[in-house]
């Protein structure tokens, strides 16, 4: 074979028979630092490792280790924990936190993997079971907390989400309604506050936040604005005063913020820039007047009290 004929064929993916596998390769573990479990920031990745079990179905501990060196393949910082089985076996996982309303459904290899809504139930390869059963679950799951009081409800059919899947506070009012379709949430989710006004609408497209969510004050008016691309922001997020001029817009790429972070002040004149690169600030910020820096992120879980999210 000549070396233009070599050449085409690494291109075109062609090769030699028996220069390597015709097999594709293989998709690395789960947890692995090139295929970390995505997350819906800290309190996300304490969700997914408190849904672990064994496969006896025994708790599994875990315990940080601290930021990995190298950036997720997905663009973002990883966290590395140590795990532990009942039995005494030890292994290290990665976890990437930069995917809001995200929840992983799939267990690391060797362990299982807990519904996010309720622990009587599981997910294998995907699918609600309740635990120790290998059927799928058909039939309404309802959630309660100790006090009895209802906390969630959805529908199962063969062990996928159909119709909505609603949380609730503890007086019985609405908290949050994802809208499901084959499975996976598709459609406007709508998050309450306690008095039943509207607090935050997030598009979802087949199972990914994909589009612009808005958040709104408790009367009706919006607060924010953040585009949202595969769970990630990816654009401009504005957070505006109450009389609708905006108050802070800063640009993100992926997850982080990348490019420029404006403040104003209610007149509209600006008051702060600052440039970041790949989440960093840079040093050769400029500068006006200071500004205290504006922080709303309606899809932290702590707001919400640590319940689960999206399923893929």
Not at 47 to 63: I, N, T
Not at 85 to 105: F, N, P, Q, S, W
Not at 155 to 177: C, H, L, W
Not at 214 to 239: C, R
Request: glycine residues 12%; contains cysteine.
């Amino acid at each position: 074979m000549t070396k233009v004929c070599l050449v085409l064929a690494l291109i075109i993916g062609y090769a030699l028979p028996g220069a390597w596998s015709q097999e594709p390769p293989e998709k690395p573990s789960l947890g692995s630092k090139a295929n970390p479990i995505r997350c819906d920031g800290v309190e996300g990745e304490y969700a997914y490792l408190a849904r672990l079990r064994d496969p006896e179905g025994k708790r599994v501990k875990s315990f940080r280790f601290g930021s990995a060196v190298e950036q997720s393949p997905n663009g973002g910082i990883m966290d590395v924990f140590g795990i532990e089985t009942a039995e005494g076996h030890r292994g290290k996982i990665y976890l990437d936190m930069y995917h809001k309303e995200y929840v992983c459904t799939q267990p690391i290899p060797g362990l299982r993997i807990l519904f996010e809504q309720d622990e009587r139930y599981e997910y294998i390869e995907g699918k609600i079971h309740e635990v120790g059963n290998a059927l799928p679950f058909s039939g309404e799951i309802e959630s309660t907390d100790r006090e009895g009081s209802v906390t969630a409800k959805c529908k199962v059919d063969t062990g996928m989400i159909v119709g909505s899947q609603r949380y609730f506070y503890a007086n019985g009012k609405p908290r949050i309604e994802y809208p499901f379709e084959k499975g996976v949430r598709h459609g406007m989710a709508i998050w309450y506050r306690e008095n039943g006004v509207v607090w935050a609408e997030l598009p979802f497209v087949e199972g990914r936040l994909e589009g612009v969510q808005t958040l709104f004050d408790e009367k009706g008016t919006v607060q924010a604005k953040a585009p949202y691309e595969n769970h990630q922001e990816h654009g401009t997020v504005e957070v505006y005063y109450e009389n609708g001029r905006i108050r802070q817009s800063t640009e993100f790429k992926h997850g982080l913020r990348s490019g420029f972070e404006v403040q104003y002040d209610e007149s509209g004149n600006e008051t702060e820039k600052t440039r970041y690169m790949n989440g960093e600030r840079q040093p050769k910020s400029l500068r006006t007047n200071r500004f205290d820096a504006v922080s709303i992120d309606p899809t932290n879980c702590s707001s919400l009290g640590g319940i689960g999210r999206v399923r893929v």
